[in-house]
């Protein structure tokens, strides 16, 4: 039998391979395959071309650990882009900070208004709209700021901590919750302490105020103690009470802003602290803010022009609790950062708050202190004969704020009072004390009377 012709030619045929590529393959064409019929012979079709894989599929597809890697790089930039959209969304929060874009009196910081004419801030409208006009309203002084410069005693703040007397058109609540912004904000906190009144000018809760921010503690008034006080002890003692504070506090520093005695190290340190911040002068009311600011900007002046300026349109500064309303934005600093005079800090348990407004300028120290001691020597009397007289039996009126009844003591006691020189000091029998004080009460003999 004879082998079929066609099946000789295909076992003769060379197989193709075909290697895996990426790139394109160029394919060598084959020779065409003949076969013999013995009825005819015809050219068989040409078989149809091999086709290429795409790129990505097929061998040249990713891996697992390559989509792992990439889901992976991917997750990681995503989680990057939103960190920095909620820091964005962070800085952008609303805070409580007062708008610079309100024009406040620059002597109390109280905004301008046109149509209360008791109120803080007041400005006749001829004014107000002439200084508008010519963009000066930062160089307004309010109706109340001008009476306090001439002496009058205005308050304005009323609520828990507030003064009795007057009209009250701001409470105390609302002025300390003007500086609840500085604990979410990185500034210079200067906190102020009154020597004469140490422990109840002090803010025991300061960080509520200023948070974990870094504070100068500047001591105000050493120029009101007693003549001969060591300040190196006055300067151990505050601070061994301000290390029990536990406060973040960098440095201490002894001042008087009518002597500007400690000034210039409070600019330097200021200078190498502040590190382009702004800078908050904060403290109880009447502890000496408006008039520490005045001595400051007056010693940076002399080096800087810039302080030499905001001099001009210095914050007020009197004797009445409270003068201070708002903040008072101050360019002090060449450099970068503002200064900033604040509202008082209220305290109900300071006596400027139990005691009538216009009782206050008595109270207030204008001098260095002066001991008063009783039973006092006259000049015909002896020492022994002081000593037979004693204190026991006796009362003491420090005008109409303290009474102290001595039961006994010893012989030699003495009682030394330091205070200003207006309280008068009454000594008599302490049988005779409650009819005294009625009596001089009415004929207000006994300065300030007594309390609210």
């Not at 979410?184 to 302490?193: C, D, Q, T, Y």
């Not at 600093?333 to 708050?353: E, I, M, N, S």
Request: with cysteine.
């Amino acid at each position: 039998m004879a082998p079929n012709p066609l099946l000789l030619s295909i076992k003769t045929l060379n197989p193709i391979f075909l290697p895996f590529s990426t790139k394109t393959l160029t394919l060598r064409k084959p020779s065409p395959i003949t076969c013999r019929t013995s009825s005819s012979s015809a050219a068989a079709p040409p078989p149809p071309p091999l086709s290429v894989e795409p790129e990505g599929s097929g061998a040249a597809a990713p891996t697992r650990g390559d989509r792992f890697l990439e889901r992976h790089n991917s997750m990681s930039a995503a989680a990057v882009v939103i960190k920095k959209d909620r820091a964005k969304n962070k800085k952008k929060k609303p805070e409580a900070k007062a708008s610079s874009a309100v024009a406040c009196c620059y002597g109390c910081g109280a905004p301008l208004q046109t149509t209360e004419v008791d109120a803080p801030g007041y400005v006749d409208s001829g004014t107000y709209e002439l200084k508008k006009r010519h963009r000066q309203l930062r160089t307004i002084l309010c109706g109340r700021c001008r009476l306090l410069s001439h002496g009058h005693m205005v308050t304005a703040v009323g609520g828990h901590g507030g003064y009795p007397g007057g009209k009250q058109f701001v409470s105390a609540e609302e002025l300390r919750e003007k500086l609840s912004h500085l604990r979410r904000e990185k500034v210079l906190i200067v906190k102020l302490v009154d020597i004469i009144d140490f422990n109840g000018s002090f803010l025991a809760r300061i960080r509520d105020l200023a948070g974990a921010n870094p504070i100068i503690l500047v001591i105000t008034k050493i120029d009101l103690l007693p003549k001969g006080t060591d300040l190196n002890c006055i300067g151990d003692w505050v601070v061994e009470a301000t290390t029990k504070k536990k406060l973040n506090v960098i440095s201490i520093h002894l001042t008087s802003s009518k002597s500007l005695v400690g000034i210039a190290g409070v600019i330097s340190t200021i200078q190498k602290e502040k590190k382009g911040r702004d800078v908050y002068i904060l403290g109880s009311a009447n502890v000496g803010k408006s008039a520490f600011v005045n001595a400051l900007l007056k010693m940076m002046s002399q080096k800087d022009p810039v302080a030499a300026a905001a001099r001009k349109y210095k914050p007020m500064q009197s004797a009445v609790p409270g003068t201070t309303l708002g903040p008072i934005e101050i360019e002090a600093f060449l450099g970068g950062g503002k200064l900033f005079d604040t509202p008082g800090v209220h305290l109900h348990h300071r006596q400027a708050a139990v005691v009538h407004s216009e009782d206050l300028p008595s109270l207030a120290p204008q001098s260095r202190l002066r001991g008063q001691s009783f039973p006092a020597l006259s000049r015909k009397s002896t020492l022994k004969d002081t000593d037979d007289v004693g204190l026991n039996g006796f009362s003491l009126f420090w005008a109409g704020l303290v009474r102290i009844d001595v039961i006994k003591v010893l012989p030699q006691t003495r009682l030394t009072f330091y205070g200003p020189k207006k309280l008068q000091i009454h000594m008599v029998p302490t049988v005779e004390a409650n009819e005294f004080y009625h009596l001089k009460e009415q004929r207000s003999q006994i300065n300030p009377p007594s309390c609210v």
